[in-house]
């Protein structure tokens, strides 16, 4: 669900409870034309994922690398913590952003 933002904050994306192959197709429709806007910033809110397999993982990596390449910057934040520990052990949280809260989140997209 998008949000609406103002220039200088992120737009604000919350994902679904479960990020599996079956979301996986709506929700990348709805997130690829967002993230490949020039110099697009989004922040995921992962507050509602209960479930993450590595087709979530693929979206994830997929939408920070086209952000990244379109001068855009992504970042999640919110992740409980068995879906963090799954971030961390597949080293996504080496690549991408990864916050707590929504004001740490907000604070990076500041800088």
């Known amino acids: 669900m998008l949000t609406d933002n103002t220039l200088s904050q992120p737009q604000i994306i919350s994902l679904p409870q ?27 809110d992962m507050s509602h994922i209960e479930t993450l397999d590595w087709q979530g993982v693929r979206l994830l990596m997929d939408a920070f690398l086209i952000a990244q390449k379109s001068g855009g910057r992504l970042a999640v934040m919110k992740a409980n913590p068995a879906v963090r520990l799954f971030l961390d052990l597949t ?5 991408l952003p990864i916050f707590d809260d929504e004001a740490s989140a907000l604070a990076w997209f500041m800088v």
């Open 18 to 44: 479960v990020l599996d192959a079956k979301p996986i197709q709506a929700l990348w429709r709805e997130l690829k034309p967002t993230i490949r806007h020039s110099r697009a910033q989004v922040l995921l």
């Open 91 to 95: 080293q996504v949280s080496a690549l």
